[in-house]
């Protein structure tokens, strides 16, 4: 004899099976190490991550930010956090490790998320100088695309 589950038990627990954590990637550069190019790359990037998963900032489970050593007029998270309904989403900001001929001015951002979306339905975003970084994926998209 096993425990008899009502309709809302039943509905529960099959939401919670549903949803996982998922990873977004994105990356773009910026032209300049000022708070002005920076702000319009970052919130570029989040922008088109936002509308290509249909993101909710509630959904949202942490952001992390990482921009290469030739980039501190403003922190990524700072703008991020200004972004509506992103006030209270854990933003973190680290400096992106310095590898010998790596790409100059570059934000890469990770947001993990709850989503019922399996990963190959995941977007990610690679713009502007950033578009070649990862051509294997399937939803790259470049500046030209926006």
Not at 59 to 64: A, G, K, L, P, R
Not at 102 to 124: A, G, M, W
Request: aromatic residues 6%; hydrophobic residues 40%; proline residues 4%.
């Amino acid at each position: 004899m096993g425990v008899q589950l009502t309709n809302t038990e039943h509905c529960w627990r099959d939401a919670i099976v549903e949803w996982k954590v998922r990873g977004i990637r994105g990356a773009t550069t910026v032209t300049e190490n000022s708070q002005e190019a920076i702000k319009e790359a970052v919130s570029e990037l989040l922008d088109v991550i936002e509308n290509q998963n249909q993101l909710n900032a509630e959904d949202i489970v942490s952001v992390t930010f990482t921009a290469t050593e030739d980039l501190d007029a403003i922190f990524p998270a700072a703008i991020a956090r200004q972004r509506p309904h992103w006030q209270d989403v854990p933003l973190l900001d680290v400096q992106q490790m310095s590898v010998k001929g790596s790409l100059k001015r570059c934000i890469r951002v990770l947001i993990h998320v709850n989503t019922p979306k399996p990963q190959q339905e995941i977007s990610h975003a690679y713009l502007r100088g950033a578009s070649n970084l990862r051509p294997d994926w399937r939803l790259t998209y470049t500046s030209h695309s926006l």
